[in-house]
């Protein structure tokens, strides 16, 4: 008998974090559900329906272990997307959950977390389970009623035990040490769009 584990994520690559006192990791989230959303600013789709789903779901879900993530995700336009301006944004719409300025390295201008989730563009988001593995990704933005049942259902699952919770191998949720995308063979992911 096989038995298929669910992908672990790899870690955030973050410059900069906005709206929280300490930088939150996925390793030490293990436990709760998170829900990561990636976004530009100056990206329609994210202005327009993913963040203000994202809002909803935080008035949704807010009693409950659910922890929300945003990544500011610049692969275009890094001029106009400073952290000063997604400081500003963040105001304006009134974020309030942690976000994080994807990294930059300068090799590319896709920045390092979303070559890691190997995420196609903006809005994408990724929801990991209690055990910290991946339970679902998509590209663009899913139905109210998906995404909620999806979230409902992470809440649902039994907290893991400690002792066999499955830990990253290097520390930082990379079993190779080299963050390799969850899109490659060894790492395969359900994806949706």
């Known amino acids: ?42 990206c329609p789709g994210c202005v327009g329906q993913s963040i203000p789903q994202i809002q909803r779901i935080e008035r949704v879900f807010g009693h409950t272990d659910l922890q929300v993530i945003g990544i500011h995700t610049v692969f275009e336009h890094h001029a106009a997307m400073t952290p000063v ?28 977390t979303m070559r890691r989730f190997g995420w196609r563009g903006t809005p994408s988001s990724v929801l990991i389970g209690r055990d910290g593995s991946i339970l679902h990704q998509t590209f663009g933005v899913e139905d109210d009623i998906a995404i909620g049942a999806r979230i409902a259902m992470a809440l649902s699952a039994p907290l893991p035990d400690r002792a066999t919770a499955r830990p990253a191998a290097d520390g930082q949720g990379c079993a190779d040490g080299l963050c390799k995308p969850p899109t490659s063979p060894e790492n395969p992911i359900r994806e949706e769009s």
Do not use: C
């Not at 298929?4 to 955030?12: D, F, G, R």
């Not at 942690?98 to 390295?105: K, L, S």
């Open 1 to 42: 008998m096989s038995t298929t584990t669910a992908p672990l994520p790899p870690e955030l690559a973050v410059s900069e974090w906005f709206n929280t006192a300490a930088p939150p990791t996925l390793a030490a989230l293990r436990g709760r559900p998170v829900l990561l959303h990636s976004f530009q600013l100056l």
């Open 85 to 112: 301006t997604l400081k500003a944004f963040l105001h304006e719409y009134r974020i309030t959950h942690p976000v994080g300025v994807d990294r930059a390295d300068g090799a590319s201008d896709v920045p390092v």
